[in-house]
């Protein structure tokens, strides 16, 4: 049963230090996501990348947030410096086409608190 | 920037009863997908709706796709408590931005045995 992972599950920090999140995709995934949900604005889209290009990060500070891939097994997400409003639970999602849709497939987050 | 707005934000019910979860745009998506989200675990995908007028069924879950692909909905016969949790649509998007969804806000549902 293939799954995306996420490393840490859990990761508390000052504010001002590195965070990196990683995330292994399900293989033969051609498009990855990062997602960052919090209660007040829901599950927001950082960035995605399709066949390890980044297609947009619109969505991220650009001043802090870092998101890369590497190569094919291994997508990372960093913030330097956090701040304590990074705090929320970030997701990486991979997916492929079925019919006219892609469908996603989510890791199960980590939570980050920057205190 | 395409929006999706879902209805209710919470629902709190019996089991055994019947719900509806809404989820509404000014724009038209390729496609629209629902999701639920246990605590401490990532969105599962339910369903994927495609074409104007579609209607699927995933046991007691009924997910339709408006005929102008601007809305959706979720409907759940006899809830039971382990339907509790985030129920989640999402649009999907075409053009240069082929596979990007945007998710709405979500609708918590609980189920009270």
């Known amino acids: 049963d293939a799954r995306v992972t996420q490393t840490p599950r859990h990761k508390v920090t000052e504010m001002g230090q590195e965070v990196t999140m990683r995330c292994q995709p399900i293989l033969g995934h051609n498009t990855v996501f990062w997602y960052r949900q919090t209660m007040m604005q829901g599950l927001e889209l950082l960035a995605y990348f399709r066949n390890r290009a980044p297609l947009d990060d619109s969505g991220m500070p650009k001043d802090r947030f870092s998101a890369e891939m590497p190569d094919a097994t291994l997508a990372t997400l960093k913030i330097q410096p956090s701040e304590p409003r990074d705090s929320a639970v970030y997701f990486c999602?991979?997916?492929?086409?079925?019919?006219?849709?892609?469908?996603?497939?989510f890791g199960p987050g980590t939570r980050l608190t920057v205190t | 920037t395409q929006l999706l707005e879902q209805s209710p934000q919470f629902l709190s019910i019996q089991e055994g009863e019947n719900l509806t979860v809404y989820c509404n745009s000014s724009?038209?998506?390729?496609?629209l997908q629902w999701y639920r989200q246990e605590p401490g675990e990532g969105p599962v995908l339910l369903v994927t709706?495609?074409?104007?007028?579609e209607v699927k069924k995933l046991k007691r879950l009924t997910f339709q796709f408006g005929d102008a692909r601007k809305d959706s909905s979720l409907h759940i016969t006899a809830a039971q408590p382990g339907d509790t949790g985030l129920y989640l649509c999402a649009g999907a998007q075409g053009g240069t931005s082929y596979g990007k969804l945007t998710f709405g806000q979500g609708t918590i549902l609980t189920v009270h045995p």
């Open positions: 724009s038209v998506f390729s496609s």
């Open positions: 999602a991979s997916g492929f086409v079925r019919d006219r849709s892609y469908e996603q497939y």
């Open positions: 709706v495609v074409t104007g007028g």
